[in-house]
C-alpha cells in the first residue's frame, strides 16, 4: 500500500514531464514530426536547437507515451502527440506553447510558494510588467491570447444567447469582451440587438475586423479603454464574461461599480462566470483557482461571494441562470435599497 501510494504522489508531483512537453508544443515537434523530420539532428536544426539536448527531452516523452520511437534514433507521433499539431480543431498546442498567449502564466505557476506566502500574484515579480501589461507589450503574444479566449467564449457563447433571455435588450455592453466573439453570437441571433464593445485598443481592433468580417460590425461599436474608468452609459445589459475571477475582491468590486454606474437604475449586469460549489468542487476549479492567484491574484468564487461583491458596487441579485456547460449567468441591477 504504502509502496503505490509513494508511486502515485511522485507522478502527481512530477514537474519534468509537463514543462517536457510544453518545449515540445513550443518547439512544434509533432508538426516537424509529420512533415518527415523523424531524427534529432534534423528536428534540432529546423529548430535552432542542441540536437543532443532535445533528443533527451524526446526519449522521456516516448517513456510517457506522448511521442513513438519506432527505432533508435527516430521518432514518430502518437494520439497524444498528433493533439499538438497546429490546426487540430481540439489541439492543444496554443494552449501549452510557452511563448505564447497563456505559456508564460503556466510558467508563473513555479511561484506558487510565494503567491501562498504573501496571497499576491507573482507575474509581475517574474516577468517585470503585470500581465495585462505584458500582452500589450508583446503585439503578437496578445493576438495568441485573444485567440484562445476566442476559442473558450465559443464553446458558450450559443448557451448564453439562448439561456438568458434577450428578447427585451436594445444595447448589450460587452465589458473586456475580447474580439467580440459573444457579440458575435448574440447579434447573430438577434436581429434588431445593438452591441458595444469593450476592451483594450489591440483586442478591440481584433474585434473590429473579426465583427466586420461576419457583417455585424454596422450594429456594434467599439470603445477602447479601461473598464476601472467609466464605461459608455447607452446599454441595458453589461456583460463580465469570464473576467472578475482574474481580479481581487477590490478590484472586482471597483469593475462591478463601473457596470452599476453605467447601467443606472433600469439597466441589468450580468456576470458570467464557474461558481464554486459548496459541498463538492473539481479539480478543474481548483486548479484555475490556483492559476488566479499566482497570475493575477484573482480567484474562483461562490455564489454568496459573488453576491457579497456585488452589494459592495450598489448591485443586488435578480436570478442565477446554470447553463449546460455548468457556467452561471448572474443577473443583477441597481440595490434600490440601497439607494
Avoid at 507521433?77 to 496554443?94: A, H, V, Y
Avoid at 473579426?210 to 467609466?230: H, I, N, Q, T, V
Wanted: with cysteine.
Amino acid at each position: 500500500m504504502a509502496v503505490e501510494l509513494e508511486k502515485q504522489l511522485r507522478a502527481l508531483s512530477d514537474l519534468v514531464t509537463p514543462y517536457a512537453i510544453r518545449v515540445a508544443a513550443t518547439l512544434r515537434l509533432a508538426d516537424l514530426i509529420e512533415a518527415g523530420a523523424r531524427r534529432p539532428a534534423e528536428l534540432a536544426q529546423r529548430c535552432g536547437v542542441n540536437a543532443a539536448a532535445l533528443e533527451r527531452v524526446l526519449r522521456h516523452l516516448v517513456t510517457k507515451g506522448v511521442f513513438a520511437q519506432p527505432e533508435p534514433g527516430t521518432f514518430a507521433l502518437t494520439d497524444l502527440s498528433r493533439l499538438l499539431l497546429d490546426g487540430q480543431r481540439n489541439g492543444m498546442r496554443p494552449w501549452l506553447d510557452v511563448d505564447g498567449g497563456l505559456g508564460r502564466s503556466d510558467v508563473a505557476l513555479s511561484g506558487l510558494l510565494d503567491a501562498v506566502r504573501t496571497g499576491r500574484p507573482v507575474y509581475e515579480g517574474m516577468f517585470g510588467r503585470e500581465f495585462w501589461a505584458d500582452l500589450e507589450a508583446d503585439p503578437e503574444r496578445g493576438r495568441a491570447f485573444d485567440a484562445l479566449m476566442a476559442v473558450q467564449v465559443s464553446m458558450v457563447a450559443d448557451e448564453v444567447a439562448t439561456a438568458y433571455d434577450w428578447s427585451d435588450v436594445r444595447r448589450v455592453v460587452d465589458v473586456g469582451g475580447g474580439t467580440g466573439t459573444l457579440l458575435a453570437a448574440l447579434l447573430a441571433k438577434y436581429p434588431t440587438l445593438l452591441a458595444t464593445l469593450v476592451d483594450l485598443p489591440s483586442s478591440v481592433e481584433a474585434g473590429l475586423r473579426a465583427l466586420d468580417a461576419a457583417g455585424l460590425s454596422d450594429r456594434c461599436a467599439f470603445f477602447s479603454g479601461s473598464f476601472f474608468s467609466p464605461l459608455p452609459s447607452d446599454g441595458d445589459v453589461y456583460v463580465l464574461s469570464r473576467i472578475l475571477h482574474d481580479w481581487n475582491d477590490d478590484d472586482a468590486i471597483a469593475i462591478l461599480r463601473r457596470c452599476a454606474e453605467a447601467a443606472g437604475s433600469a439597466g441589468r449586469v450580468l456576470v458570467i462566470e464557474q461558481l464554486v460549489a459548496t459541498s463538492e468542487t473539481s479539480s478543474m476549479t481548483t486548479t484555475m483557482d490556483l492559476r488566479m492567484l499566482a497570475v493575477f491574484g484573482g480567484q474562483e468564487r461562490s455564489l454568496d461571494e459573488y453576491r457579497a461583491l456585488a452589494t459592495a458596487a450598489g448591485l443586488s441579485l435578480q436570478e442565477n441562470i446554470v447553463t449546460k456547460a455548468g457556467r452561471s449567468i448572474l443577473e443583477f441591477a441597481a440595490d434600490r435599497a440601497a439607494g
